[in-house]
């Protein structure tokens, strides 16, 4: 991973590969660009005066301030760096920019780096000089260029001609380098961005190479590494326990399932958080098989789980005061000669019989399992996370996570991803999609066959609220499109596993544990 130091010394006179300020766009829409607070030593170097100087030579390079525009300047010698950088922060509004705007900006500063040892960033951190601003800014800026930085390592067995290593240092300029809160607020930055980078490797991995046994393996030896209490339950264990949904969905795999408990419990706490992860470490859709195109992606179909395991080695290091249970329901949902069926009826680890309409509907099987063991530690709060549905792509695109659950929880959500740069938007539980759920022959059917796919989402978040117990609040948080980039990067996102929703959820856990 990219590492982060800060520094304080003028920009102009650090030793590093390139120096990245700032630069607005001028907001009345003329072509006259500003560079941001924080520069003005390197646009003295360059001889920098009204109406010339550095923002005129950006302007005539072609730069326009446009957001995670970037644009490099060769110094000759003008400051120490051999390079200078301009990165685009939008539209000059007179106030400082957005946290979202500084990721961004940073993110694609340093994905435009790459074959760089290192950098420093000379961004305006605040509008004004308290610390509770400069450190939201500073967050957002090494948060931004951990990400930005982010290219998994791959399977190449020979090297790529023009491929370049990752940026590998980032210089943060701040006011000063040794107060606490800048030093608190970069420490916070380094562990988020380790465990968005670990969830992104983990989403990236080839599916063979993952499948449950191996990747329970893989997120128990992390959790212990931050003194996390771990179990696992294997085939045996699930079959001893009644975790008819986890065992159901994988018994048409020759890798048996797994379910893996993670706990923090700090001496005092007075509040519990349970978090639940979707883990199908493949998805073929079973007997109700996929089609072909765009299959292969369904490797990323256990990104809930690797945000809830990565948000559990954040917690063990930054320990908030407050209890988080997480459970990881493992599987990989195949087609054979002992697959599940549509028609057949799962007896669910909470008593529930479920008949099975759609194979391919296995998430909210394993889901339904860890859900109801999870209420058994009698959490205030349950936070669920999984790429649950198509629908939920359909309904608010590739960007913007669903949730569903209890009212007031949901807008807890939405405004910790505003916050966060994950945005998510609450959705309904409609009466008439649970009406539709009915079962002839069991207590319910896993899918609404009467609405065919209309409300996918919505029926995926139905059947998951039969398993919460009474009186805990839940939230489920489906991210089907926000998980998994295909496009080209942009901001801090690049392509393949994302990370979403990582550092929503940190931020859930540091609100409550601040109440």
């Known amino acids: 991973m990219t590492s982060l130091t800060l520094v304080d010394t003028d920009p102009a006179s650090l030793a590093v590969d390139a120096v990245v300020i700032g630069l607005y766009a001028d907001a009345g829409g003329d072509a006259k660009l500003l560079?941001?607070?924080?520069?003005?030593?390197?646009?003295?170097?360059?001889?920098?005066?009204?109406?010339?100087?550095?923002?005129?030579?950006?302007?005539?390079?072609?730069?326009?301030?446009?957001?995670?525009?970037?644009?490099?300047?060769?110094?000759?010698g003008a400051v120490k760096a051999p390079l200078v950088v301009a990165v685009g922060l939008g539209a000059d509004t007179g106030a400082a920019p957005a946290a979202e705007s500084l990721r961004r900006a940073a993110g694609s500063a340093a994905r435009a780096l790459a074959g760089s040892a290192s950098a420093a960033l000379v961004l305006p951190l605040a509008g004004d000089e308290s610390a509770e601003a400069q450190s939201a800014g500073l967050r957002a800026v090494a948060e931004g260029a951990v990400l930005g930085a982010y290219r998994f390592a791959g399977y190449k067995s020979k090297p790529v001609a023009g491929r370049r290593d990752p940026l590998r240092k980032v210089l943060v300029h701040v006011p000063?380098?040794?107060?606490?809160?800048?030093?608190?607020?970069?420490?916070?930055?380094?562990?988020?961005?380790?465990?968005?980078?670990?969830?992104?490797?983990?989403?990236?991995?080839?599916?063979?190479?993952?499948?449950?046994?191996?990747?329970a393996e893989q997120v128990a030896a992390a959790a212990r590494e931050v003194a996390l209490d771990v179990s696992v339950l294997d085939e045996k264990a699930?079959?001893?326990?009644?975790?008819?949904?986890?065992?159901?969905?994988?018994?048409?795999?020759?890798?048996?399932?797994?379910?893996?408990?993670?706990?923090?419990?700090?001496?005092g706490a007075t509040r519990r958080i349970a978090l639940v992860g979707k883990?199908?470490?493949?998805?073929?859709?079973?007997?109700?098989?996929?089609?072909?195109?765009?299959?292969?992606?369904?490797?990323?179909?256990?990104?809930?789980?690797?945000?809830?395991?990565?948000?559990?080695?954040?917690?063990?290091?930054?320990?908030?005061?407050?209890?988080?249970?997480?459970?990881?329901?493992?599987?990989?949902?195949?087609?054979?000669?002992?697959?599940?069926?549509?028609?057949?009826?799962?007896?669910?680890?909470?008593?529930?019989?479920?008949?099975?309409l759609n194979t391919d509907a296995e998430g909210r099987m394993i889901l339904g399992d860890a859900i109801a063991r999870a209420c058994e530690d009698e959490p205030d709060y349950l936070f669920e996370v999984s790429t649950l549905t198509g629908g939920q792509v359909i309904a608010l695109g590739k960007r913007i996570a669903g949730v569903m659950g209890t009212p007031e929880l949901c807008e807890r959500v939405r405004d910790a991803g505003e916050r966060a740069g994950e945005p998510a938007w609450p959705m309904p539980l409609p009466e008439d999609v649970r009406k539709g759920m009915d079962s002839d022959v069991a207590d319910i059917s896993q899918v609404?066959?009467?609405?065919?796919?209309?409300?996918?989402m919505l029926q995926g978040g139905v059947f998951l609220s039969e398993f919460v117990a009474e009186g805990v609040q839940w939230a489920h948080i489906d991210i089907a499109g926000p998980s998994?980039?295909?496009?080209?990067?942009?901001?801090?996102?690049?392509?393949?596993?994302?990370?979403?929703?990582?550092?929503t959820l940190v931020e859930l856990v540091e609100e409550i544990a601040a109440e």
């Open 238 to 267: 699930l079959a001893r326990q009644g975790y008819g949904g986890i065992l159901a969905v994988g018994l048409g795999s020759a890798a048996a399932p797994r379910m893996v408990r993670l706990a923090y419990e700090p001496a």
């Open 279 to 356: 883990g199908i470490t493949f998805d073929t859709g079973g007997v109700s098989i996929k089609p072909t195109a765009g299959m292969w992606e369904m490797k990323s179909d256990m990104s809930g789980a690797a945000a809830v395991v990565a948000t559990m080695l954040v917690i063990a290091q930054l320990k908030p005061k407050v209890a988080v249970v997480a459970y990881a329901p493992m599987a990989e949902n195949m087609v054979s000669g002992s697959a599940y069926r549509p028609g057949d009826v799962v007896k669910m680890y909470s008593g529930a019989q479920v008949e099975v």
């Open 176 to 215: 000063d380098a040794g107060s606490k809160g800048a030093k608190a607020a970069l420490k916070r930055s380094t562990v988020l961005g380790a465990a968005v980078t670990r969830t992104r490797d983990w989403i990236n991995t080839a599916p063979n190479e993952l499948r449950p046994p191996a990747f």
């Open 448 to 456: 609404n066959a009467g609405m065919d796919r209309a409300g996918h």
């Open 484 to 503: 998994y980039h295909t496009g080209e990067p942009f901001g801090y996102w690049t392509k393949g596993g994302t990370g979403v929703p990582v550092r």
């Open 35 to 76: 560079l941001a607070p924080g520069s003005e030593s390197i646009a003295a170097a360059f001889g920098d005066r009204p109406g010339g100087g550095l923002a005129e030579t950006l302007r005539v390079l072609g730069a326009t301030g446009a957001l995670g525009e970037v644009t490099k300047l060769a110094a000759f």
